[in-house]
């Protein structure tokens, strides 16, 4: 058997391994390979995509590289390169290998899903699914594509329709885990919540170590209050890629629930809003150690230690081994020990953050003239994907800055003058800015300015969770679904976690003037009980 022979056995066989997910023997054997027959454009194409299989996109790219580099229309080679591109976040250079191999081959269906991907992360839906159409135009039952055109679908807020897209896809590919995930997360979107169980259950038998779905069925599991399953679950968190939680390594162990006759340490793993959440439960851990210590963002710091004197209250930083502790728990885990049924949460009649009372008194003083109802507003959230969804533009609130008798003062974070200024012309309202507390980084200053109003309407973002937990009414404006936000849960019209937090839904998507005119309507009737009893 010559080289060139003995090179294409070796290629015929590490396609086999490849084809059966066996990367690294397929690697081994592509790489033989191109030992005997160096240059060899289908081998390199495919040591290529094993390696991006193998998550080792640099390797890939330098492959991609070397192949482009002796053919520049090698259009397998463009589709990995702007795999790779896609796979170490540049989507625009990316969409431009997509786009160089279709303008070779415009029926290359491959590139045209690629296509839709990169335009996805580029937050062009309406292309994306335009790409897809021309993938499917030439070739109808890609089970792949149609799971894209789902997602594609979903970020156009056409839920009915992307799943339509995702149960033609798995009718083509009954085997197809991802389409099933997604198809899950889009019948959360639905408010189906039992059959996106049933959907991410099916996606897990097929997959079983599928991160991804395991994730997102503690979010729906929690959503419904499933908690016993829905913390089980949670623990995935710390191997999903595409989440923003980091874990933290320590020597320590991790705390088990038990009584710890020493130093138990809570660090915070996730944002403002659950940590404040999560620390509504550090008076009951303090009780399972005999010293509780606390990290948390620095901003939190000050609010923290005057709220929980009894534990000592650090800002986070890197390795606490050093400081002699015994054990550790993520704060995302505390849930799984004290509340695993409804009954477990505690009526609280206050709330557990203590303000800073005395510049509270001094803003109370400033704002509260002519004895007027002080009302807080904050309407967005920057939030990575929902966002936008979640965020109601201070134009829509005039129901609410026309209430007679009422202040308003601005609670949201960043630079707000030209959306203060543009709604005070449109309604005659003036939406006071505190110019002393940045609402962004002055986490203590804002609960201060916070309990100075009488009530608070916000978004679901960081205001929400301060204003809930230092016992102030809160109006909480929620969309229609927003499944990743499971601690505000289904079916309740009053948060578990913050009981003065009442919830006023979307009753269908996009539909914020019902939601306004509601809690306009609830504020009037608090205005008037007010100055009854006054």
Known sequence: ???????????????????????????????????????????????????????????????????LAMDPRNVIALLNFGNCRLLLHSAEEALKCYDDALAIDPRYVEAL?????????????????????????IQPDRAEVLSNR???????????????????????????????????????????????????????????????????????????????????????????????????????PLWDGKYVDGVLLAWGEQGLGEQILHAGMLDELCRRARRLVVEVDPRLVNLFRRSFPAMEVVAQRGNYGAIGIDVHVPMGSIGRYFRNRWEDFPLRKTGYLVADGEFSIGLRKRLAGNG??????????????????????????????????????????????????????????????VDEVDNELDIDGLAALISACDAVVTVSNTTAHIAGAVGKPVYLLLPHALPTHWYWHIDRDRSPWYPTVRLFRQPAAGDWDSVIRRVAEELARSTKSTRACG
């Open 1 to 67: 058997m010559n080289t060139l022979d003995q090179a294409k056995e070796l290629f015929l066989t590490a396609l086999q391994h490849q084809n059966q997910g066996e990367l690294e023997q397929a690697e081994s054997l592509y790489r033989k390979a191109l030992e005997l027959a160096p240059d060899r454009p289908s081998v390199i194409n495919n040591l290529a995509a094993v390696l991006l299989q193998l998550k080792r996109y640099g390797e890939a790219k330098s492959w991609c590289e070397k192949l």
């Open 113 to 137: 899903n690629s296509r839709s991907k990169a335009l996805m992360d580029l937050g062009r839906p309406a292309e994306a699914l335009a790409s897809c159409d021309q993938a499917l135009a």
């Open 372 to 433: 007027r109802l002080v009302v807080g507003l904050s309407w967005f959230s920057k939030m990575n994907r929902v966002g936008e969804d979640k965020s109601v533009p201070l134009r829509e609130f005039g129901p609410i800055l026309r209430l007679p008798g009422t202040g308003f003062v601005d609670l949201q974070y960043g630079d707000t003058r030209d959306e203060r200024s543009a709604v005070g012309k449109l309604t005659g309202a003036q939406l006071i800015h």
């Open 150 to 252: 789902g997602g594609a679908l979903e970020g156009l807020n056409r839920h009915a329709e992307a799943l339509a897209s995702y149960d033609r896809a798995v009718a083509v590919n009954p085997d197809y885990a991802e389409a099933y995930y997604n198809r899950g997360n889009v019948l959360r979107n639905l408010t189906r919540h039992q059959e996106a169980l049933a959907s991410y259950g099916r996606a897990l038998t097929i997959k079983p170590d599928y991160v991804e779905a395991h994730w997102n069925e503690s979010l729906c599991r929690l959503l419904i209050g499933d908690f016993a399953k829905g913390w089980e679950k949670h623990e995935w968190r710390w191997r999903n890629e595409q989440g923003r939680i980091t874990r933290r390594d320590f020597p320590q």
